[in-house]
């Protein structure tokens, strides 16, 4: 089981969070307190060059064979 934040943006997505039958809300949180502004750097993001891609493609069928 997880604790998340989650910021609703409208009456109806809160409606639906509120009526989930997965999701238990545990309580409000204050204004105070915000999440993190920062973002995740992309880094890692991008396409990989063909011959990789297909490189792990096959290590990944062997690997899921033994």
Do not use: F
């Not at 809300?25 to 915000?34: C, L, N, R």
């Not at 995740?40 to 297909?54: D, F, H, I, S």
């Amino acid at each position: 089981m997880a604790l998340l934040l989650i910021e609703t943006l409208d009456a109806e997505a809160q409606k639906l969070v509120y009526n989930s039958p997965h999701i238990r809300v545990v309580g409000e949180v204050s204004g105070a307190i915000m999440p993190p502004k920062s973002r995740v750097k992309r880094q890692w993001a991008g396409m990989l060059p063909q011959n990789v891609a297909e490189r792990m493609t096959r290590e990944t069928d062997q690997m899921r064979d033994e």
